[in-house]
Protein backbone atom coordinates (compact mmCIF):
# COMPACT_ATOMS: atom_id res chain seq x y z
CA UNK A 1 0.00 0.00 0.00
CA UNK A 2 3.01 2.51 0.73
CA UNK A 3 4.04 1.70 -2.52
CA UNK A 4 1.31 2.10 -4.34
CA UNK A 5 0.97 5.72 -2.61
CA UNK A 6 4.19 6.62 -2.99
CA UNK A 7 4.36 5.89 -7.01
CA UNK A 8 1.10 7.77 -6.93
CA UNK A 9 1.81 10.60 -5.14
CA UNK A 10 4.78 10.92 -7.31
CA UNK A 11 3.09 10.42 -10.30
CA UNK A 12 0.71 13.48 -9.37
CA UNK A 13 4.07 15.81 -9.29
CA UNK A 14 5.25 14.06 -12.57
CA UNK A 15 1.85 14.74 -14.54
CA UNK A 16 2.27 18.63 -13.07
CA UNK A 17 5.32 18.95 -15.22
CA UNK A 18 3.68 17.06 -18.33
CA UNK A 19 0.36 19.31 -17.22
CA UNK A 20 2.18 22.73 -17.54
CA UNK A 21 4.01 21.67 -21.16
CA UNK A 22 0.37 19.98 -22.44
CA UNK A 23 -1.02 23.31 -21.65
CA UNK A 24 1.49 25.19 -23.74
CA UNK A 25 1.05 23.02 -26.48
CA UNK A 26 -2.91 23.80 -26.28
CA UNK A 27 -2.46 27.64 -26.33
CA UNK A 28 -0.24 27.25 -29.25
CA UNK A 29 -2.76 24.58 -30.79
CA UNK A 30 -5.41 27.02 -30.32
CA UNK A 31 -3.55 29.90 -32.30
CA UNK A 32 -2.23 28.11 -35.10
CA UNK A 33 -3.38 24.53 -35.16
CA UNK A 34 -0.20 22.87 -34.71
CA UNK A 35 2.03 21.41 -32.54
CA UNK A 36 4.50 23.78 -31.37
CA UNK A 37 7.71 20.66 -31.73
CA UNK A 38 10.31 23.71 -30.11
CA UNK A 39 8.21 23.89 -27.12
CA UNK A 40 10.75 21.76 -25.18
CA UNK A 41 13.78 23.37 -25.97
CA UNK A 42 12.42 26.80 -25.73
CA UNK A 43 11.83 26.13 -22.06
CA UNK A 44 15.24 23.94 -21.75
CA UNK A 45 17.05 27.29 -22.88
CA UNK A 46 14.91 28.97 -19.94
CA UNK A 47 15.82 26.76 -17.71
CA UNK A 48 19.53 27.59 -18.85
CA UNK A 49 19.30 31.26 -18.32
CA UNK A 50 17.90 30.89 -15.04
CA UNK A 51 20.93 28.16 -13.90
CA UNK A 52 23.20 31.30 -15.46
CA UNK A 53 21.17 33.51 -13.54
CA UNK A 54 22.14 31.35 -10.09
CA UNK A 55 25.59 30.63 -11.00
CA UNK A 56 26.13 34.74 -11.15
CA UNK A 57 25.13 34.90 -7.68
CA UNK A 58 21.53 35.51 -8.15
CA UNK A 59 18.90 34.67 -5.48
CA UNK A 60 16.89 31.51 -7.02
CA UNK A 61 13.19 33.27 -6.67
CA UNK A 62 14.53 36.58 -8.24
CA UNK A 63 16.32 34.60 -11.38
CA UNK A 64 13.25 32.24 -11.47
CA UNK A 65 10.62 35.01 -12.12
CA UNK A 66 13.24 37.31 -14.34
CA UNK A 67 13.20 34.08 -16.35
CA UNK A 68 9.59 33.90 -16.45
CA UNK A 69 9.32 37.74 -17.74
CA UNK A 70 12.65 37.02 -20.25
CA UNK A 71 10.75 33.58 -22.01
CA UNK A 72 7.44 36.07 -21.98
CA UNK A 73 8.97 38.14 -24.05
CA UNK A 74 11.14 35.48 -26.39
CA UNK A 75 7.90 34.07 -26.94
CA UNK A 76 6.54 37.16 -28.12
CA UNK A 77 9.15 38.21 -30.40
CA UNK A 78 9.74 34.64 -32.01
CA UNK A 79 5.75 34.79 -32.87
CA UNK A 80 5.85 38.50 -33.98
CA UNK A 81 9.40 38.05 -35.94
CA UNK A 82 9.05 34.35 -37.35
CA UNK A 83 5.27 32.96 -37.58
CA UNK A 84 3.13 36.47 -38.19
CA UNK A 85 4.89 37.12 -41.62
CA UNK A 86 4.08 32.79 -42.50
CA UNK A 87 0.49 33.06 -40.73
CA UNK A 88 -1.04 32.13 -44.12
CA UNK A 89 1.68 29.92 -45.38
CA UNK A 90 1.37 26.17 -46.05
CA UNK A 91 1.05 23.89 -42.73
CA UNK A 92 4.19 22.75 -43.79
CA UNK A 93 5.94 25.74 -43.99
CA UNK A 94 5.33 26.21 -40.13
CA UNK A 95 6.36 22.56 -39.41
CA UNK A 96 9.91 23.49 -41.13
CA UNK A 97 10.54 26.43 -38.73
CA UNK A 98 9.01 24.39 -36.05
CA UNK A 99 11.80 21.77 -36.90
CA UNK A 100 14.23 24.63 -37.26
CA UNK A 101 13.78 26.29 -33.83
CA UNK A 102 13.97 23.33 -31.82
CA UNK A 103 17.69 22.89 -33.32
CA UNK A 104 18.18 26.08 -33.13
CA UNK A 105 17.89 25.95 -29.40
CA UNK A 106 19.24 23.16 -28.83
CA UNK A 107 22.41 23.95 -30.54
CA UNK A 108 22.54 27.33 -29.04
CA UNK A 109 22.11 25.99 -25.39
CA UNK A 110 24.90 23.40 -25.95
CA UNK A 111 27.36 26.16 -27.89
CA UNK A 112 26.62 29.03 -24.92
CA UNK A 113 26.88 26.02 -21.76
CA UNK A 114 28.18 23.01 -23.41
CA UNK A 115 26.73 19.59 -23.69
CA UNK A 116 27.73 18.80 -20.19
CA UNK A 117 25.11 17.66 -17.71
CA UNK A 118 24.68 20.43 -14.97
CA UNK A 119 23.30 20.35 -11.28
CA UNK A 120 20.26 22.58 -11.04
CA UNK A 121 19.41 23.72 -7.67
CA UNK A 122 16.01 23.22 -6.14
CA UNK A 123 14.65 26.15 -3.81
CA UNK A 124 12.85 23.33 -1.73
CA UNK A 125 14.25 21.81 1.70
CA UNK A 126 15.68 18.35 1.07
CA UNK A 127 13.45 16.37 3.50
CA UNK A 128 9.91 16.46 4.39
CA UNK A 129 9.03 17.75 7.56
CA UNK A 130 7.52 15.31 10.40
CA UNK A 131 9.25 12.41 8.64
CA UNK A 132 7.41 11.76 5.66
CA UNK A 133 8.92 9.82 3.11
CA UNK A 134 6.19 8.90 0.60
CA UNK A 135 6.93 12.34 -1.18
CA UNK A 136 9.80 14.42 -1.59
CA UNK A 137 9.80 17.97 -0.87
CA UNK A 138 10.28 19.31 -4.43
CA UNK A 139 7.58 16.82 -5.88
CA UNK A 140 5.62 18.59 -3.30
CA UNK A 141 6.93 22.29 -4.59
CA UNK A 142 6.72 21.05 -7.98
CA UNK A 143 2.85 20.84 -7.61
CA UNK A 144 1.80 23.70 -5.68
CA UNK A 145 3.78 25.73 -7.79
CA UNK A 146 1.72 24.32 -10.88
CA UNK A 147 -1.56 24.70 -9.09
CA UNK A 148 -0.82 28.47 -7.89
CA UNK A 149 0.37 29.10 -11.84
CA UNK A 150 -2.47 27.60 -13.05
CA UNK A 151 -5.42 29.27 -11.32
CA UNK A 152 -3.66 32.32 -11.92
CA UNK A 153 -3.92 31.69 -15.76
CA UNK A 154 -7.50 30.60 -15.09
CA UNK A 155 -8.24 33.70 -13.03
CA UNK A 156 -6.22 35.97 -16.24
CA UNK A 157 -8.77 34.14 -18.62
CA UNK A 158 -11.30 34.45 -16.84
CA UNK A 159 -11.77 38.44 -15.55
CA UNK A 160 -9.11 40.63 -17.16
CA UNK A 161 -10.01 42.62 -20.22
CA UNK A 162 -6.88 40.60 -22.12
CA UNK A 163 -7.51 38.08 -21.20
CA UNK A 164 -11.04 37.87 -22.29
CA UNK A 165 -9.80 39.43 -25.69
CA UNK A 166 -7.06 36.12 -25.65
CA UNK A 167 -9.78 33.85 -25.54
CA UNK A 168 -12.24 35.39 -28.04
CA UNK A 169 -9.37 35.94 -30.58
CA UNK A 170 -8.29 32.74 -30.53
CA UNK A 171 -12.31 31.25 -30.77
CA UNK A 172 -13.42 33.39 -33.31
CA UNK A 173 -10.52 35.18 -34.64
CA UNK A 174 -12.90 37.20 -37.80
CA UNK A 175 -16.03 38.27 -34.49
CA UNK A 176 -13.13 39.43 -32.64
CA UNK A 177 -11.37 41.47 -35.54
CA UNK A 178 -14.75 43.40 -36.03
CA UNK A 179 -14.95 44.04 -32.71
CA UNK A 180 -11.89 45.97 -32.43
CA UNK A 181 -9.34 43.00 -31.05
CA UNK A 182 -5.86 43.35 -32.26
CA UNK A 183 -5.77 39.24 -33.01
CA UNK A 184 -2.19 38.79 -34.30
CA UNK A 185 -0.92 40.55 -31.08
CA UNK A 186 -3.41 38.54 -28.80
CA UNK A 187 -1.82 35.18 -30.26
CA UNK A 188 1.39 36.85 -29.99
CA UNK A 189 0.43 37.28 -26.05
CA UNK A 190 -0.74 33.49 -26.66
CA UNK A 191 3.01 32.55 -27.45
CA UNK A 192 4.31 34.85 -24.69
CA UNK A 193 2.09 32.68 -21.93
CA UNK A 194 2.66 29.78 -23.48
CA UNK A 195 6.88 30.13 -23.36
CA UNK A 196 6.64 31.54 -19.64
CA UNK A 197 4.48 28.32 -18.79
CA UNK A 198 7.00 26.18 -20.19
CA UNK A 199 9.71 27.89 -18.82
CA UNK A 200 8.44 27.34 -15.34
CA UNK A 201 8.36 23.63 -16.03
CA UNK A 202 11.60 23.83 -17.18
CA UNK A 203 12.73 24.98 -13.77
CA UNK A 204 10.75 22.60 -11.88
CA UNK A 205 12.27 19.50 -13.88
CA UNK A 206 15.48 20.21 -13.99
CA UNK A 207 16.49 19.36 -10.84
CA UNK A 208 15.34 15.65 -11.08
CA UNK A 209 16.60 14.82 -14.97
CA UNK A 210 19.91 17.52 -15.04
CA UNK A 211 20.23 20.34 -17.00
CA UNK A 212 21.26 19.99 -19.82
CA UNK A 213 20.43 20.83 -24.09
CA UNK A 214 18.65 17.42 -24.57
CA UNK A 215 16.53 16.89 -20.76
CA UNK A 216 12.88 18.28 -22.29
CA UNK A 217 13.21 15.71 -25.30
CA UNK A 218 10.75 13.11 -23.43
CA UNK A 219 8.80 15.18 -21.10
CA UNK A 220 8.01 17.12 -24.80
CA UNK A 221 6.41 14.11 -25.55
CA UNK A 222 4.18 13.61 -22.28
CA UNK A 223 3.17 17.08 -22.94
CA UNK A 224 1.97 16.09 -26.40
CA UNK A 225 0.58 12.81 -25.09
CA UNK A 226 -0.79 14.93 -22.08
CA UNK A 227 -2.80 17.48 -24.20
CA UNK A 228 -3.91 14.83 -26.77
CA UNK A 229 -5.47 12.63 -23.85
CA UNK A 230 -7.24 15.75 -22.01
CA UNK A 231 -8.17 17.35 -25.60
CA UNK A 232 -6.39 19.83 -28.10
CA UNK A 233 -9.15 22.08 -27.81
CA UNK A 234 -9.59 22.00 -23.90
CA UNK A 235 -6.66 23.98 -21.49
CA UNK A 236 -8.70 22.23 -18.95
CA UNK A 237 -8.78 18.90 -20.53
CA UNK A 238 -4.74 19.18 -21.33
CA UNK A 239 -3.90 20.18 -17.54
CA UNK A 240 -5.62 17.36 -16.12
CA UNK A 241 -4.53 14.73 -19.42
CA UNK A 242 -0.63 15.67 -17.98
CA UNK A 243 -1.87 14.60 -14.46
CA UNK A 244 -3.89 11.97 -15.56
CA UNK A 245 -0.71 10.48 -17.29
CA UNK A 246 1.82 10.93 -14.76
CA UNK A 247 0.06 8.87 -12.24
CA UNK A 248 -0.76 6.29 -15.14
CA UNK A 249 2.95 6.44 -16.23
CA UNK A 250 4.24 5.65 -12.66
CA UNK A 251 1.50 2.99 -11.40
CA UNK A 252 2.07 1.02 -15.04
CA UNK A 253 6.11 1.26 -14.71
CA UNK A 254 6.09 -0.04 -11.18
CA UNK A 255 3.04 -2.99 -11.92
CA UNK A 256 2.94 -3.76 -15.08
CA UNK A 257 5.55 -2.29 -17.80
CA UNK A 258 8.58 -2.01 -16.22
CA UNK A 259 10.80 1.93 -16.08
CA UNK A 260 12.42 0.71 -19.62
CA UNK A 261 8.99 0.53 -21.06
CA UNK A 262 7.55 4.11 -19.74
CA UNK A 263 8.35 6.55 -22.65
CA UNK A 264 6.77 3.90 -25.29
CA UNK A 265 3.16 4.28 -22.51
CA UNK A 266 3.54 8.05 -23.64
CA UNK A 267 3.21 6.62 -27.29
CA UNK A 268 1.00 3.96 -26.76
CA UNK A 269 -1.69 6.62 -24.82
CA UNK A 270 -1.57 8.82 -27.75
CA UNK A 271 -2.11 6.24 -30.41
CA UNK A 272 -4.63 4.83 -28.13
CA UNK A 273 -6.32 7.86 -27.97
CA UNK A 274 -6.26 9.11 -31.38
CA UNK A 275 -8.04 5.86 -32.90
CA UNK A 276 -11.01 5.74 -30.12
CA UNK A 277 -11.65 9.35 -28.95
CA UNK A 278 -9.88 11.93 -31.53
CA UNK A 279 -11.40 14.72 -29.84
CA UNK A 280 -9.72 13.65 -26.21
CA UNK A 281 -11.52 13.15 -22.81
CA UNK A 282 -12.60 16.61 -22.77
CA UNK A 283 -12.29 18.54 -26.42
CA UNK A 284 -14.73 19.33 -28.43
CA UNK A 285 -15.23 17.71 -31.44
CA UNK A 286 -15.51 19.72 -34.67
CA UNK A 287 -17.80 19.29 -37.53
CA UNK A 288 -16.85 21.10 -41.20
CA UNK A 289 -18.94 21.30 -43.73
CA UNK A 290 -17.51 19.95 -46.64
Request: hydrophobic residues 60%; neutral net charge; aromatic residues 12%.
Amino acid sequence: MDLFLQQTLSGLATGAIYASIALAVVMIYQAIDHFNFAQGEMAMFSAFIAWQLIDWGANYWVAFFVCIVVSFVGGVVIERLVFAPIHNAPILSHIVVFIALFQIFNATAGFIWEFTIKAFPSPFPDKMPYGIKLIGAHEVGIVGITLGMLILIYLFFRFTPIGLAMRAAAAAPDSARLVGISVGWMLALGWGLAAAIGAVAGMMIAPIVYLEPNMMLGILLYGFAGAVVGGLTSPLGAVLGGFLLGVLENLAGTYIIGSELKLTFALVVIVGILIFKPSGLMGRVVVQRV
